[in-house]
Structure formats: structure tokens, C-alpha cells
């Protein structure tokens, strides 16, 4: 695989749709991601997203996970998003400022992904 | 008020110095450490200033100068040599004396300022002998930077600043990264960084490309504003909002901060009006405002992180604050005045105790008095207690003591030292410092050996003198050890019968040889150099030490060095002490050499037949009677007591006619006419107001020894039979 090559790998299963991303999650491939997590949501399904295996993270791609979870309530579907520890997410959501206490306004129903001890991103921030 | 400040100025200054001292010479150990030179640099740059600031002219230009040298020691343009800390040391010595000439009125040698600064500017690379380089950091330069409000926009106060930072949406595309530029502002200081992300739309309205977040952030940085702004300085579509919220220079608000209403009032979340309306309700003012629906969760978390962050940074300010507030600066002269005002409570306190026993039936005088008594021992111990310095300071002043004069004499030697955090009484302190001197010019001129000899002796190059202290009950332990040749046994026991001060058979123990070296003028020095070897010194270090009350003790091995441990009383102010009376006139002595009190009655006196001897237990121990040595008519009581002191390892007993008990003395120096007394060291007011002298029993023992041409110390075995 070419390493400046995102990859979107979705897997339907009976209960959830899940979505392995690889490779860097920046501005130049970002397009690319956003229209696989539609496809994704377009299922119906509950979504799982896999990040373990992402390069490289910068602001487009943190905003494109906000805007999925932004989808997931809108849409009345569970989003569930790990990373592994992935360390350039962690680093970058932690000088982002992304961590925090308290959801975005969207955030109803508590489902923030940055929120909490057990945050995405909070493994090394 | 302005006599205050160079007084200030003056005292700070000699701490810097005695400061910059130390740190050369820990430079010259490691002069690769560059957090000594930051050291070095910063103390010059504290004197010029504060120099320039205090009308001291010729201190701030002179130290420009040797400022400007370690300004090219930090930037790497010029190495640590030993000559540098020479030159610097030197430099150190001129500002002294600078200070100390406008102090006394007295004139400054500018002949010899000027061959230090040319010492220096030799030093220096070609180009940067300039007279008028200005050093790094230099006042001249920052001059142009403080904002006409006083607060310096360039820098060094601690503020906090309140930043909203919104990038231009396309700026992800152009190739910039918001996120640098939240690291740079990181590196700034404490800095609590949060995303807004209201902004951020679902997947299908979304333009991933686009930026939509924006930050809140509150950073704690002495950098100052303009730093924050050079962030942005490439940065021109984006906006950028900048407000001090703490400016660090309060110091009531207790370590807190504005309550949350107030924020989000200042952030424009909230308005005042919805601010009372939900401060009705008894719940937290976040939860209502978000459940009220008039505020957003996005607002309020940077809010709380605000009021978190300048909290914390407040109250760490605070403790810091208290930290440097917990210690004062305070005269010595003050303290002097207050220990001795305590001493006269204490001797009130003890006309209060006299008063209260010939009254004992008033249960309320006594309790009172007992209470007065326990309180004044307390505030006693506590005055004592404020004057006590450790005696690091002067520990660090034979430093370069040890460097220079080794030097002088082509000698390696190393002064270590231990315990500089003993305590000691601020006078004693300074009392103690001449005879440290002697001893230590001592041990570099005599005792330790040149490099050639240590090493034929199979030793190593360089020697050491060890310098260490310790607390001993009431005394403080100073040893002044040296890993020389040690004395030498036979040629002091010569020099001591030539100059007749033992007969030319006496037997002596080791103690007693290395006693002599105390006698006046001698010296078994071959050659008299210009450290010592006079003869002049060991005497006059006995004279000392004999005067603070303390005694000394040397130990000697051939070829292995010699130990001089000085016993030293803490303080010189109060002492406790044991109270006698010969006649009608009482006598105080130090109550730290008493070992105990018998009686003596005239039958046993009678059957030593004109021996001074008294027979304690297993042993015998001489004892001096007072009441002849002081020739005080009258006769004694038929039962007298003999109050057994240990002087020098040595049991001799003091007869006196009655032991009163343990006494409180606060002690008072002698008038001029009376302090060439013998035998008597001070004088302290009794409870009843009276006289007491205060004993000097070891010079009354000298007295005694010198009057009956022998030891009674060493007595022979004739002697106790």
C-alpha cells in the first residue's frame, strides 16, 4: 500500500457497520474519508470506526471524527470510535485541546468521543 | 527613605558578592557548566543595576565590564579559564572594595580596577573590546519596550492572558497548520487549550478541507504580550483576541478567582441580567446556565478551565509569594536590642520569682509568677533562636582562603567541609572567623606538605583540609582537620623546654606537647613566611576561643595531620549557670562545665595538710579555693562546697562556701576598666538586683597553674599520696 494512500476498509456485519481507516488522515485525502463514513452511516447501521492503523492525524481529520459523531446523533445511530493508542492521534488531539470534560452542544446524549478519562486520543495526551 | 534603599542596596550587594564568590569557585571546578555562568552573568547584571539605580556609578560601570566577559562566556565566544576566574575573583575584590570606600568615605585604588579591567579585555576576542557593548540582556536594551502603563510588554512579570484564536477557514488548504501554532503558544508558558468545535457540521454539510474549529485558550507566561502576538505574526486573516485576566501583580486576591457568572459575563456568553436570575437557584451556576438553554456547553467549558487555570496558577503564585515572605530582612542591631531587652525580662523575671517565694501564701503571685516564668523561658529561647545563622557562610569564605594562599605557596589542597547547616549565634559566628583563619593559614603554611613531598611520602599530590561542624548539647563541635605531616612531637617538646615553659625532663602526654603550640609566641617554624610562622596566631586563637567561653583540643599523628576541634557554646547572650556565694558576694559559673557539687568540711580540708585535694570516689581531684584566690577576708563556713568542673578531660574543683543552685545569667559585659581582669568574664544582675561575675574558671586554672609552676592537671603520684 502507499503509505500517503488513506485506505477505507468497510465491513458490514449484521449489527454494526464497521470502518477501518489506515495511512495518514490529513487535508489531501480527507475528501475520500468523509464519503466512506457517509457511506458507512448510509447503511443504517450503528458504526464502529478502527484507527489503529492511522499514520497521521491533522486538524481536518479531527473535525471529520467530531462531524461523524455529529452524524451519529442526528441520525439516531451508536458511533463507537477506537484508536489503540494510536500515537499521532494522541498527540495531536492533546495539543488541539481536544480533551476535555464536557461534550460539544450537539452532545446530548454523553456519546463525545473526547470526553471522559477513557477518551479517544487521552492513551498519551 | 533614600539612606534605606543604599543601605538595601548595600547589604544585598554583599550577599551577591559573597554569592559570586562561591560561584567562581565552583566555575573553576566546572567550567563547563553553563548554569553557573547564567549564575555569574546574572549576579553582575543584579549589581550594575541595582548599582546604576542607587547612585553607586563606578560599581555599575565596573561591573559592566566583567558582565560583558561572562556575556561571551554564555554565548561560547570565550572559554573558562583559570586566569577568567582569577580576573573575575579579582573583579569581585574591587566591588567590595568599592562598596566598602562608600561606606568609610574612603578612596578606591583606580589603578588597580583599571589592570583588572584590562586583564579582562585582554581576555576578550578581538572586535568585542569595545567600551561600550552592551551585555545581553542590558536595561538599555529592554528600556524601549515597557508600555507607558508600567506593565512591560516585553516580558518578565507572570500574567495570565485570555486568547480566542479563530483561523481563516482556507488557511488548512494554503499549507498552514493551526496547530503549530497552538504548540508554539504551548511553549510558552502553562497554557489550557480548548477546541471550540460548535462550528464542525454533520458528514454531509460538511467541507472537510475547511477549518471549522476555533480555541480558547488561557496561558500563564512571564514572555509578555508581544510574544504571544509574534505567533501570529504570519497569521494576518486570522483574528485574534487577547485580554489580560490576571497581570500577576495582585497580592490580596487569596489564591482565587473570579466567580464563573463573572467570566462568562466578561466572555460575553452571558449577560449580567441572566447571571442574578440564575444565581436565585441553589445549584451549580454551569449546570443552571446550560439547562436554562442560555448558555451552551462550549461556552462553559472554557470558562471552568479559565477559572481552573488562573486558580491554580494564583495559588501557586501565592505559594511562591509566601515562601519569599517567609523570611525577613531585620538589622542585626534590632535583634541585639531585643535579646537584650529579653535579658532584662529574664533578670526581672527572676527579682518576680524572689518576690513571689517571700509571698508564698498568695497562691495567685505564684501561679502568675510560675507563668511568667514559663512564658520568658520560652520567649527567651525563641530571641536566641532568631540570631542563630548556620555557619555555611563563613565555611564558604576559607573557599578562597584554601585557593589562594595554596597557590601562593605551590600547594594542592582541597577544602572540604561538613555540617555547614550548624547553627551558631550570629556574634559567635563572627568572633569565630579570626581564629578560623589562623588555623587553617596553619595548616596550609605548616601542616600540609608541597606536592614533591606528599608524593615522595606516598601520598597523594594534593592535600585536603576538612572542615566540619556539628551540634554537641549545648556546644558546637568545629574541626579543622588536614591530612599533612602532623606535628612534630620532639621539636615542639625542644622549642617548649628552651623556652622554659616544661622542665628538661618532664613527662607529657600528647595532649599536653600539643598544648604548648598555644603559648605565647611559639613557633618551631625553621623560616618565618609571609602566612605564618611568627609565633603569632595559636595564642591568639586560645585568646579567642577562651573568650567565647570555648575550649580547644588537638590531635596529632606523624605524618597522617593534625585535628584542632574547637568546643564552642551556642550563644554568648544567656547561659545557664550555677550560682555561689563566697562571703557575702556571689560568683556564676558555666553551668555546661559542672560535673558535680560536694561537700567539704574543715576536718578534711585539715587532713591534707595544705593539699588542695579532695578525695571523689576511686579518685583524687585538685581543687582551687576561691575565697584566697580572690584574697576575700573573712572565714569560710565550717561545711563549704567544691563544684567539680571538667576542663580539658581534666576534673578540678572550684571550693566555694555555698552552692545556691542553677541560675539564668543573662550576661553583661564588664566596663573597659575591668575587662583585664583574670579569672572573671562578665557580670549578670541578680534577682534581687545585685552583682554576680561570671567566672572565667579556665583562666583562673591558667592562673593557678602558672602561680605554682606546675600542672594540676598532671599531678604525680607524690602528689596523691
Known amino acids: 500500500m502507499d503509505q500517503d494512500q488513506v485506505l477505507v476498509r468497510i465491513n458490514e456485519r449484521e449489527a454494526s457497520t464497521d470502518i477501518a481507516l489506515s495511512g495518514p488522515l490529513t487535508v489531501d485525502r480527507i475528501e475520500e474519508v468523509r464519503v466512506g463514513l457517509l457511506r458507512a452511516f448510509a447503511l443504517g447501521k450503528s458504526v464502529r470506526i478502527s484507527l489503529a492503523a492511522v499514520t497521521d492525524v491533522d486538524l481536518t481529520g479531527l473535525q471529520l471524527l467530531c462531524s461523524a459523531h455529529r452524524t451519529s446523533i442526528a441520525r439516531e445511530l451508536d458511533l463507537r470510535v477506537t484508536s489503540d493508542g494510536c500515537p499521532a492521534l494522541s498527540s495531536v488531539a492533546g495539543v488541539a485541546g481536544m480533551l476535555r470534560h464536557i461534550g460539544c452542544p450537539q452532545d446530548g446524549c454523553g456519546t463525545c468521543v473526547w470526553k471522559g478519562d477513557s477518551a479517544l486520543g487521552r492513551e498519551a495526551a | ?499 622554659k615553659l616544661i622542665a628538661q625532663h618532664a613527662e607529657l602526654s600528647d595532649k599536653e606537647i600539643w598544648g604548648m603550640i598555644f603559648a605565647p609566641g611559639f613557633s618551631t617554624a625553621a623560616k618565618v613566611s609571609s602566612v605564618s610562622g611568627r609565633g603569632v596566631g595559636m595564642d591568639v586563637v586560645k585568646q579567642a576561643i577562651d573568650g567565647l567561653r570555648g575550649t580547644i583540643e588537638v590531635e596529632s599523628a606523624p605524618g597522617r595531620g593534625t585535628a584542632i576541634t574547637l568546643r564552642i557554646p551556642l550563644t554568648l547572650a544567656i547561659i545557664e549557670s550555677l550560682l555561689v556565694q563566697i562571703g557575702a558576694d556571689r560568683f556564676v559559673l558555666p553551668l555546661s562545665l559542672v560535673e558535680e557539687c560536694i561537700l567539704l568540711s574543715r576536718e578534711q580540708i585539715d587532713r591534707q595538710h595544705g593539699r588542695d585535694l579532695l578525695q571523689v570516689r576511686e579518685t583524687i581531684v585538685p581543687y582551687l579555693p576561691l575565697r584566697r584566690i580572690f584574697k576575700m577576708a573573712g572565714s569560710p563556713p565550717e561545711l563549704q562546697q567544691v563544684v567539680i568542673c571538667r576542663i580539658q578531660e581534666k576534673r578540678i574543683g572550684f571550693l566555694v562556701d555555698w552552692v545556691i543552685g542553677g541560675h539564668q545569667t543573662v550576661i553583661k559585659s564588664l566596663g573597659p576598666m575591668y575587662q583585664r581582669v583574670e579569672g572573671v568574664s562578665g557580670a549578670t544582675i541578680l534577682g534581687d538586683g545585685s552583682v554576680a561575675l561570671i567566672l572565667d574558671i579556665q583562666a583562673i586554672l591558667r592562673g593557678a597553674e602558672l602561680e605554682t609552676d606546675h600542672s594540676l592537671g598532671i599531678l604525680s603520684k607524690d602528689d596523691m599520696a
Open chain 2, 1 to 499: 527613605m533614600k539612606d534605606d534603599f543604599a543601605q538595601a542596596f548595600k547589604e544585598e550587594a554583599r550577599e551577591q558578592l559573597a554569592d559570586l564568590e562561591n560561584s567562581l569557585l565552583a566555575l573553576e571546578e566546572s567550567p563547563e557548566d553553563l548554569g553557573l555562568v547564567g549564575r555569574i552573568f546574572r549576579t553582575m547584571h543584579t549589581i550594575k543595576g541595582s548599582g546604576a539605580m542607587f547612585g553607586y556609578d563606578d560599581i555599575a560601570s565596573f561591573t559592566h565590564n566583567v558582565e560583558t566577559v561572562y556575556d561571551l562566556v554564555r554565548g561560547g565566544e570565550l572559554a573558562v579559564t583559570r586566569e577568567l576566574v582569577d580576573l573575575s575573583l579579582a573583579a569581585r575584590d574591587r566591588i567590595l572594595a568599592m562598596l566598602e570606600a562608600s561606606e568609610t568615605g574612603g578612596a578606591v585604588d583606580a589603578g588597580l580596577n583599571e589592570q583588572v579591567i584590562d586583564g579582562l579585555k585582554k581576555l576578550m576576542p578581538d572586535g568585542c573590546r569595545g567600551e561600550q557593548r552592551p551585555a545581553a540582556g542590558d536595561d538599555r536594551q529592554a528600556g524601549g519596550r515597557a508600555e507607558a502603563g508600567g506593565r512591560d510588554k516585553g516580558g518578565s512579570a507572570l500574567a495570565t492572558y485570555r486568547i480566542r484564536f479563530r483561523p481563516e477557514p482556507a488557511m488548512l488548504c494554503r499549507g498552514s497548520n493551526p496547530l503549530s501554532l497552538l504548540r508554539e503558544l504551548q511553549e510558552l508558558g502553562n497554557c489550557t487549550t480548548v477546541a471550540q468545535t460548535g462550528a464542525i457540521k454533520t458528514l454531509e454539510e460538511l467541507e472537510p478541507e475547511l477549518c471549522h474549529f476555533f480555541w480558547d485558550l488561557i496561558l500563564t507566561t512571564d514572555k509578555g504580550e508581544d510574544a504571544i502576538r509574534d505567533v501570529f505574526i504570519f497569521e494576518d486573516d486570522c483574528q485574534l483576541s487577547l485580554a489580560v485576566i490576571d497581570d500577576g501583580s495582585g497580592q490580596d486576591e487569596g489564591g482565587g478567582y473570579k466567580k464563573l457568572g463573572e467570566i462568562l459575563v466578561e466572555r460575553g456568553d452571558l449577560t449580567a441580567e441572566q447571571v442574578a436570575e440564575l444565581l436565585g437557584a441553589r445549584k451549580q451556576f454551569g449546570v443552571l446556565a446550560v439547562e436554562a438553554g442560555i448558555l451552551g456547553p462550549e461556552s462553559l467549558a472554557p470558562a471552568l478551565l479559565e477559572q481552573q487555570h488562573v486558580s491554580g496558577a494564583r495559588r501557586q503564585r501565592q505559594e511562591q509569594g509566601q515562601e519569599s515572605a517567609s523570611s525577613i530582612r531585620v538589622p542585626a542591631e534590632k535583634l541585639d536590642v531585643l535579646v537584650n531587652l529579653v535579658g532584662e525580662l529574664v533578670t526581672v523575671q527572676a527579682r518576680l520569682t524572689l518576690v513571689a517565694q517571700e509571698f508564698k501564701m498568695h497562691a495567685e503571685l505564684v501561679n502568675v509568677a510560675e507563668e511568667v516564668e514559663r512564658l520568658i523561658g520560652e520567649l527567651r529561647d525563641n530571641a536566641l533562636d532568631i540570631r542563630m545563622l548556620p555557619i555555611g557562610a563563613t565555611f564558604s569564605k576559607f573557599k578562597r582562603l584554601v585557593r589562594d594562599l595554596s597557590a601562593e605557596l605551590g600547594k594542592e589542597i582541597e577544602l572540604t567541609t561538613h555540617g555547614a547547616e550548624t547553627e551558631l549565634d550570629k556574634t559567635v559566628i563572627e568572633k569565630l572567623n579570626d581564629p578560623l583563619v589562623h588555623i587553617i593559614r596553619n595548616c596550609i603554611d605548616h601542616g600540609i606538605e608541597t606536592p614533591q613531598e606528599r608524593l615522595a611520602g606516598g601520598k597523594p599530590r594534593g592535600g585536603t583540609v576538612h572542615l566540619s561542624a556539628v551540634h554537641s548539647g549545648d556546644s558546637v563541635l568545629l574541626t579543622i582537620k588536614d591530612d599533612g605531616a602532623g606535628l612534630n612531637r620532639e621539636a615542639i617538646r625542644a622549642k617548649a623546654i628552651e623556652r
